[in-house]
């Protein structure tokens, strides 16, 4: 098979070289959402990279976030491959410390969030055959988006075309990976609408990796006469099964990286969740020059998980199946008007927001992988309410200052009805104000240079807010002592092109002190325990992308990270340290040729530095560089389009891991990722 595969890649490197060559295309202005208002991408005073459905979709195998994420400077994301843990992404370092899901950063999926009360997110309901574009904000935006907003990630689903279709999707990869869409949109009248169906089924290249996922996509989009516009978006996520390999030792991996750990095994590890989510945005222009904007949305979420831990270890994490049942709701309204100030263009937001998350939490005795006795129960209630406001001054044709200001409020409760341990019923209040400064200098219509100083904090979430008992005999409920994180950062970047838009460049220098991080101290059983500690960060990350000729393009991101614990009270030893997780440097390069017979064939690759695994510094896991490759074609017959494709990943069978257990218990810390793999498909579209 790897001797095959060799020879494909081969082959397909070979067609480089064919076909004619055309003008030079130019790199086109873009348009981002990044402060909740529409602004040209050179007038935002801040880092944003910009994902479109090229490299979202294009010849995917839509495993995850993380394919075309890996293209954004200041991006490192993990986890690919284990679904019941999720996947990692941290930006600028916001996020490397959560062991699941995604910590310190705002997710919006068509305005609306996807980042609970208490700074919980997740992309398992993220349908990626039907996202069309990603806009990544990195560092502190805690004065627009507030609580954990150390990054941003806005994703906007696809509309409709002007032509209805209807399309489908099949894709066959190693490890019995089949995947399965079927998507339709289109425009009638004054009513556009999409909706995307997807089925995956796949075992996973390490024992006891086995998921299967159901999503539904939709949006309908209205728009009234008097220029308003109401969408409704609704979406859902059936996965009955995701299992968890879980981590392994070193010796464990060089041994046989496809091995699951033992207690994951013994113990049923994995989850099982369902979630729908139900939105509308309503959008209505004031006259000439101002707007409103208005949203509504409601979760619901049914979880279920077995950790791999048993009643034959005296740990409070005997309790290791957990279930809570979840219901978020809230709502915005954002103002906008634009007018004049002192004889200046003068652009003017002020929003309020509501969020409430309440789960009702339920821990029970894993008995070797069966449900037992009840530990732990419950009810956990997030309200946070926030008011802020943004305004853009033109001081000059050149010049532009954008000021933001935000107040946050939020509080965090448990209501214990397990009282056998006396009742562990405890509140947090977090209130905070968050300002941010930006300038944006016009060198030319088509380069700018931006400074700005913007700040972040973040509350603890639920599950890091758990006490470390040890024995069963202590407190399983209440609150442990971790505080609220803030971050101040400065920031000088320039984004600019050149050659007639044939080359892009966007550079950002930065340096950031972090106060009262919530950082991973230990791992009990199979649960992570928090601690406050000081941190630096400075950073430097670079974008580069060059249209070489009209067929064949060039992208590359570098981010240089120098991030380290400056106080650590609980351990000091630890004191000077580089941060876990995250590596040093890290090098991504793609190489994309488009024929104009529809051709296409895209390699790329990702060099990650070597990067610490614990606070203590003392295991590292070694750098790598995993490259891959894709092509496919379009072929079109009347109404009928056909667009095969075939995937090549870690075509030189690199070892590496997919993800390390920041300070896993008992040196289970890695989890291996697959060697060389293949997949294929096909999409067949027809217009109506």
């Known amino acids: 098979m790897k001797l095959l595969t060799r020879k494909v890649c081969a082959s397909l490197v070979g067609l480089l070289v064919v076909g004619p060559v055309y003008a030079q295309s130019v790199i086109e202005e873009v348009t981002v959402r990044a402060h909740k208002v529409e602004r040209a991408l050179m007038d935002i005073p801040a880092a944003v990279g910009v994902v479109t459905i090229e490299d979202i979709q294009t010849g995917r195998q839509q495993l995850g976030l993380d394919e075309s994420l890996s293209r954004i400077p200041g991006v490192f994301a993990q986890n690919r491959y284990n679904f019941a843990q999720d996947l990692r992404v941290a930006i600028r370092g916001f996020g490397a410390r959560a062991n699941f ?65 209807v399309q489908a999707r099949v894709l066959i990869g190693e490890d019995d990976q089949q995947r399965y869409q079927v998507k339709m949109g289109g425009q009638t009248g004054a009513l556009n609408y999409m909706a995307s169906l997807t089925d995956l089924s796949y075992d996973g290249y390490r024992a006891n990796a086995l998921v299967e996922s159901t999503q539904f996509n939709s949006k309908l989009q209205y728009r009234f006469a008097d220029g308003s ?89 005997d309790d290791g199946v957990v279930e809570f049942d979840r219901f978020v709701y809230g709502g915005a309204v954002q103002f906008d008007f634009n007018t004049e100030l002192f004889g200046r263009l003068n652009q003017l937001s002020f929003g309020i927001e509501a969020d409430i998350q309440k789960d009702d939490r339920q821990r029970y005795l894993n008995d070797a992988g069966v449900k037992g006795n009840l530990a732990f129960d419950q009810i956990e209630r997030a309200e946070a309410y926030g008011v802020y406001l943004r305004n853009e001054l033109s001081l000059s044709s050149a010049l532009s200052l954008t000021v933001g200001l935000r107040y946050d409020d939020i509080e965090l409760r448990v209501v214990d009805h397990f009282l056998t341990n006396d009742d562990q019923s405890s509140q947090l209040d977090f209130d905070e104000l968050s300002p941010m400064l930006g300038l944006v200098w016009s060198l030319n219509e088509s380069a700018s240079v931006y400074v700005n100083y913007a700040t972040a ?22 609150f442990n002592n971790v505080r609220a994180q803030e971050a101040e950062s400065i920031e000088i970047g320039f984004k600019g092109a050149f050659l007639e838009g044939r080359l892009y460049l966007d550079a950002a220098l930065f340096t950031m002190d972090v106060s009262d991080e919530i950082s991973n101290v230990e791992n009990i059983g199979n649960r992570a325990f928090f601690e406050n500690a000081d941190t630096d960060r400075r950073g430097l990350e670079v974008y580069l992308q060059a249209q070489l000729t009209a067929a064949l393009r060039l992208s590359m991101a570098y ?118 793999n293949l997949y294929a498909g096909f999409t067949l579209n027809m217009t109506l």
């Open 101 to 165: 899901g995604i910590r310190g950063l705002k997710i919006y999926v068509d305005d609306l969030p996807a980042t609970t009360p208490d700074g919980q997110s997740g992309v398992d309901d993220i349908d990626l055959g039907s996202l069309e574009r990603i806009e990544v904000t990195r560092g502190p935006s805690s004065a627009i988006y507030g609580a954990s907003s150390g990054g941003v990630l806005n994703l906007y689903s696809e509309a409709g075309p002007q032509t209805p279709y």
């Open 229 to 317: 516009d109401i969408r409704v978006i609704l979406n859902a996520v059936d996965s009955p099964t995701a299992q968890d390999a879980g981590g392994i030792t070193r010796d464990q991996a060089d041994a046989d990286p496809r091995q699951a750990q033992p207690r994951n095994l013994s113990s049923n590890a994995g989850e099982a969740i369902e979630q729908q989510r139900l939105g509308i945005v309503y959008s209505r222009p004031i006259g000439d020059n101002h707007q409103l904007k208005v949203r509504n949305y409601y979760v619901w979420r049914d979880f279920e998980a077995f950790l791999p831990i048993g009643t034959h270890i005296r740990f409070v994490a």
């Open 457 to 478: 904090f973040e509350t603890p979430t639920f599950t890091e807010l758990a006490s470390p008992a040890r024995g069963l005999s202590e407190s399983l409920g209440g």
């Open 559 to 676: 981010t240089y990270s120098d991030f380290e614990f400056d106080e650590f009270p609980s351990s000091p030893g630890n004191q000077g340290n580089n941060l876990p997780g995250l590596p040093e440097n890290q090098l991504f390069a793609e190489l994309r040729y488009q024929h104009g017979s529809g051709f296409y064939l895209v390699a790329d690759a990702l060099n990650i530095g070597k990067l610490y695994a614990n606070n203590a510094n003392t295991v590292t896991a070694g750098s790598s560089i995993v490259a891959n490759i894709r092509a496919g074609f379009e072929l079109k017959r009347g109404q009928w389009q056909v667009a095969p494709f075939l995937g090549v990943n870690n075509i030189f069978d690199e070892s590496y891991n997919t993800n390390l257990r920041i300070n896993g218990f008992g040196g289970r810390l890695f989890e291996p990722a697959p060697g060389i």
